[in-house]
């Protein structure tokens, strides 16, 4: 069984860079695509963005210009960084597996996400 | 950017049905996903490819799509059903992944 473990710190200060970082057991973080979606608190579900054990990336637009996300295989572990924050981007992040159908009539893939971290609260505050 | 629309809340009977609907325009190129999510836990997908079940998910959850919507389907609502629940695709390419807004179930 796939078990991920987020870790970092709890705290970050204004205007700091927040780091995150992903444990992966009971599986290899080979041949798989990895994201980090985050939750503020009472709200909806973000995506950030994924890497692919290789170092290929995606973010998503609207945090493009403050993610980085990268992996090191030899740990199984894949990290975030997200820098410049503020109290927008209090949240619990998780981080997590995806898997992929194709949709026929599309032909193009079709992600989802089957094993997921607890989560982790990162609060933004002086 | 791509949006997934839910209605915020839906409100159901012990025993009855409920019904959330998931729109977006990308859905007949994409499949859908569904997540339910319990209050400090993760999410735990409950419906994969717009219909199929995972393994271990009670037969009462059940999933449908048509054309720019897809619709996740509670029948026989129990108590344990109450949570948050998120439709998740992506865009039309496959390149950006995409949450819905999300509803909360509440069981009367």
């Keep these: ?126 | 950017s791509y949006e997934l629309t839910q209605p915020p809340s839906v409100s159901v009977s012990p025993g009855q049905t409920a019904r959330i609907t998931c729109s977006g325009d990308a859905l007949p190129k994409q499949y859908a996903y569904w997540y339910q999510q319990k209050p400090g836990q993760a999410p735990v997908l409950v419906i994969y490819k717009d219909s199929e079940r995972p393994s271990g998910i009670p037969e009462r959850f059940s999933g449908s799509s048509s054309g720019t919507t897809v619709t996740l389907t509670i029948s026989g609502v129990q108590a344990e059903d109450e949570a948050d629940y998120y439709c998740q695709s992506a865009d039309s390419s496959g390149t950006y992944r995409v949450f819905g807004t999300g509803t909360k179930v509440t069981v009367l």
């Design chain 1, 1 to 126: 069984q796939v078990q991920l473990q987020e870790s970092g710190p709890g705290l970050v200060k204004p205007s700091e860079t927040l780091s995150l970082t992903c444990t992966v057991s009971g599986g290899s973080i080979s041949s798989y695509y990895w994201s980090w979606i985050r939750q503020p608190p009472g709200k909806g579900l973000e995506w950030i963005g994924y890497i692919y054990y290789s170092g290929s990336t995606n973010y998503n637009p609207s945090l493009k210009s403050r993610v980085t996300i990268s992996v090191d295989t030899s740990k199984n572990q894949f990290s975030l960084k997200l820098s410049s924050v503020t109290a927008a981007d209090t949240a619990v992040y998780y981080c997590a597996r995806e898997e992929y159908t194709w949709k026929a009539v599309a032909g193009t893939p079709s992600p989802y996400f089957d094993y997921w971290g607890q989560g982790t609260l990162v609060t933004v505050s002086s």
